[in-house]
């Protein structure tokens, strides 16, 4: 891979894990109901997760996909179901009193395994795969690519948690945390939206 290559994968690498998406609306409300600290293996979950999926694709999953496209249509519907759950889950969420929280924050192999049901991390895994991988690239430039996706998105996943920590002196009233968190479960729900489209596309 060359420098110029590579330079491009990490500027894919930021804009994709850095701008709004299930992973960083989750992150953002976790920050805020859990603090930081509970956070972080959330975040290392994200980056692990897609990670191995880069490396999936980049070894030929993205061929299965393409070969059995019923399985990727099956694997969306999953997804979106599970994100409505989550969306479920976050609205509810009371994590900033301690004393009466009823949530946890995410674990790291929850938050790994989530990445397998995450629209958009399959077109951060794809695109990586399948855009940034020259003709003939040996395992090795899969391994580069993957590792360097988890070195940049960690920090951003890490800033979206940190915003939600910051928040959290102002959402230390029990109405102003449901409307944050409601409004957090909306905008989960909201990124389904180009998936939706383009099923029944």
Not at 36 to 45: A, D, K, P, Y
Not at 135 to 143: A, H, M
Request: overall charge positive; proline content about 5%; hydrophobic content about 55%.
């Amino acid at each position: 891979m060359t420098p110029d290559l590579l330079l491009a994968f990490v500027l894919f690498a930021f804009a994709t894990a850095g701008t709004p998406g299930p992973n960083n609306m989750m992150l953002l409300a976790s920050g805020a109901n859990f603090g930081f600290r509970r956070t972080i293996l959330h975040i290392l979950g994200i980056s692990a997760g897609l990670g191995v999926m880069v490396v999936a694709m980049g070894w030929g999953l993205s061929g299965v996909f393409r070969t059995f496209p019923i399985l990727h249509e099956i694997l969306k519907w999953v997804g979106a179901a599970y994100m409505l759950w989550l969306a479920w889950k976050i609205a509810t969420a009371t994590g900033i009193n301690d004393k009466s929280a009823t949530g946890q924050p995410m674990t790291f192999l929850e938050a790994a395994a989530f990445q397998w049901l995450n629209p958009k991390a399959w077109a951060m895994a794809l695109g990586a795969a399948t855009t940034y991988t020259p003709e003939g690239s040996g395992s090795l430039t899969v391994l580069v690519l993957a590792g360097t996706f988890m070195l940049v998105g960690a920090p951003c996943s890490a800033a979206w948690a940190g915003f939600g920590q910051g928040m959290r002196r102002f959402l230390d009233r029990p109405a102003i945390l449901r409307v944050f968190n409601v409004s957090m479960a909306v905008l989960l729900v909201a990124s389904l939206y180009p998936l939706m489209t383009e099923l029944k596309a």
